[in-house]
């Protein structure tokens, strides 16, 4: 079939739908007492990336917005370059297959030579040298106040979801100041990323006043994405890898984790960090959130 635009939705310029069908089952088991219990488990299949003619790679996901993905993939790995021309992109939902296509020739054999399985879930891959792009690379000094993390922290983590649905998932969003804009989850959070790069290409958004928020680790892996999407600032719940810290250091990258109520830890980018709220005043995130949902 061929892929067409999605409406926008007041809050968010496109956020998750749990309801929408394929994506979670409900499956019969039993809790600690015995007793039967049916509950939502998210769905995985695979998803095969073609670059025009070229088989690139095969991922787990959950099957939702695979233009994005593919596209944010592609970009991520650097096979397509910036300004190159997508001409077309086609999904085949029976056979599991995404197209992309350009207008020029592209250059990917050297990349496919050479593969790096990363510590993404759902296994995550990287073509060729993991820090190929990153030389010169030196992010712009975007003020990044703790009144947006906090407001986004609250935002994002009472928004309907898959994870509040079912768990087992991950999500990125792409912000600008206090505001969500784009929410995309999957099984990885490596796919989660592409897909929110893959919406930057098609829609042709700016990356240089973006905040980057992962329920994820900060890992290397979170780290380089992130960079040569062009973004600032990446922000999580969750904790850091050294390396990764490293990385975000030498390109001039905030690096948030932890991001928790009313605590967060700066390992990157302080002199940046802009402390107009007092944490005190920081409401809870309620009950209805990512804290309170199964894993």
């Known amino acids: 079939m061929q892929l067409t635009a999605r409406p926008y939705t007041d809050d968010y310029l496109l956020a998750p739908d749990p309801g929408t069908p394929g994506l979670t089952r409900a499956v019969t088991g039993t809790d600690q007492t015995g007793a039967p219990v049916e509950t939502q488990v998210v769905e ?4 095969t990336i073609f670059l025009n ?37 086609s999904y085949d939902e029976e056979v599991e297959t995404v197209v992309v296509r ?25 073509f060729g040298d993991m820090m190929e792009g990153l030389e ?22 009472t928004t309907p979801s898959l994870y509040l649905e079912a768990g087992a998932i991950h999500g990125t969003v792409l912000c600008e100041r206090d505001r969500p804009l784009v929410y995309m989850e999957d ?6 990323v592409d897909k929110v790069a893959g919406w930057m290409v098609l829609e042709g958004a700016t990356a240089e006043d973006k905040i980057l928020y992962t ?16 973004i600032p600032a990446l922000a999580s719940r969750s904790g850091f890898t050294a390396w990764g810290v490293e990385i975000a250091r030498q390109v001039n990258l905030t690096l948030i984790g932890r991001l928790r109520g009313q605590r967060f830890v700066c390992l990157a ?11 005190a ?11 309170k949902a199964g894993a």
């Open 44 to 47: 995985e299949r695979p998803l």
């Open 53 to 89: 003619g070229q088989e690139i790679v095969t991922a787990m996901t959950i099957g939702d917005h695979p233009d994005y993905l593919a596209v944010g993939f592609l970009r991520n790995q650097g096979m397509l370059r910036d300004g190159e021309e997508i001409t077309g992109i």
């Open 102 to 126: 350009t207008a020029s020739a592209t250059t990917y054999e050297e990349k496919m030579q050479k593969k790096t399985r990363t510590s993404g879930c759902a296994v995550g891959t990287v």
């Open 136 to 157: 010169g690379v030196r992010l712009p000094d975007a003020e990044l106040r703790t009144s947006w993390l906090y407001a986004l922290s609250r935002k994002i983590n």
């Open 187 to 192: 099984v990885g959070r490596h796919n989660a």
């Open 215 to 230: 329920t994820g680790r900060l890992t290397s892996e979170m780290v380089i994405k992130c960079a040569l999407m062009g």
């Open 269 to 279: 980018g302080e002199e940046r960090l802009v402390r107009d709220a007092d944490p």
């Open 281 to 291: 005043d920081v409401p809870d995130e309620g009950r209805k959130s990512r804290r």
